[in-house]
């Protein structure tokens, strides 16, 4: 059963840091690119950031950089959010899911139809003093 | 950044009744459109890529189309486990961004 679990979320105070997992199995967790999205309480959905299949790219939304790092290990079929300088509004259910790819091909040029195919259940991070 | 503006926010059906989602990009997208349900309490999961393709074990009563920057999410005939939230999400550019969601609510 492909499967994607999340962990690390916690209670920390603003200012300070925390580290995300998310545990993959059921797949060839080195063949896809990974993201991270978070949704506030009562809110929707933001995509946070995403990574390649080997880690060499990396991209996240504004808000984020320079403050959260994701990462991965292949060895470990996992995935990492690194967040440090936590702030109120970063109060959030992280998921991480997978990159799934639909792709088209017509006169030798192809289009490439990103989505988010798998989710895990979240975890809960929780900015407050 | 592509800003994806849903309308209606929330709506609300019965059992049986056709409901329409819409979603518009703020510059041209292409198809480049996916659709997510989600429900209380749990991830969301993906129905729709490409704007009209229906992911594997989706009931055939979803669908979705395109017209220019508009797009529609459309179920034929409402079922009591379709009630969600729906959200529209922009998959032609970084920074990846959703639209704000639509309840769909039992009347």
């Known amino acids: 059963e492909v499967q994607l679990v999340e962990s690390g979320g916690d209670l920390v105070q603003p200012g300070g840091s925390l580290r995300l997992s998310c545990a993959a199995s059921?797949?060839?967790?080195?063949?896809?690119?990974m993201n991270w999205v978070r949704q506030a309480p009562g809110k929707g959905l933001e995509w946070v950031a995403n990574?390649?299949?080997?880690?060499?790219?990396?991209d996240s939304v504004d808000s984020v950089k320079g403050r959260f790092t994701i990462s991965r290990d292949n060895a470990k079929n996992s995935l990492y959010l690194q967040m440090d300088s936590l702030r109120a509004d970063d109060t959030a259910v992280y998921y991480c899911?997978?990159?799934?790819?639909?792709?088209?091909?017509?006169?030798?040029?192809?289009?490439?139809?990103?989505?988010?195919?798998?989710w895990g259940e979240g975890t809960t991070v929780t900015v407050s003093s | 950044d592509i800003q994806m503006t849903q309308s209606p926010s929330s709506l609300s059906a019965s059992v049986g009744d056709r409901v329409t989602i819409t979603c518009r990009a703020s510059?041209?997208?292409?198809?480049?459109l996916n659709w997510y349900q989600q429900k209380p309490g749990k991830p969301p999961k993906f129905l729709i890529y490409?704007?009209?393709n229906l992911q594997s074990g989706v009931p055939s009563r979803f669908s979705g189309s395109r017209s220019g920057t508009d797009f529609t999410l459309t179920i034929s005939t409402l079922q009591p486990e379709d009630f969600a939230t729906y959200y529209c999400?922009?998959?032609?550019?970084?920074?990846?961004?959703f639209g704000g969601g639509t309840k769909v609510e039992i009347k």
């Open positions: 899911a997978r990159r799934g790819v639909f792709t088209t091909c017509y006169a030798g040029y192809c289009h490439y139809y990103y989505y988010m195919d798998v």
């Open positions: 059921g797949f060839t967790f080195s063949t896809y690119w």
């Open positions: 990574i390649n299949e080997d880690g060499g790219e990396r």
């Open positions: 510059q041209t997208i292409s198809n480049y």
């Open positions: 490409a704007a009209s």
């Open positions: 999400q922009q998959s032609y550019s970084t920074p990846l961004t």
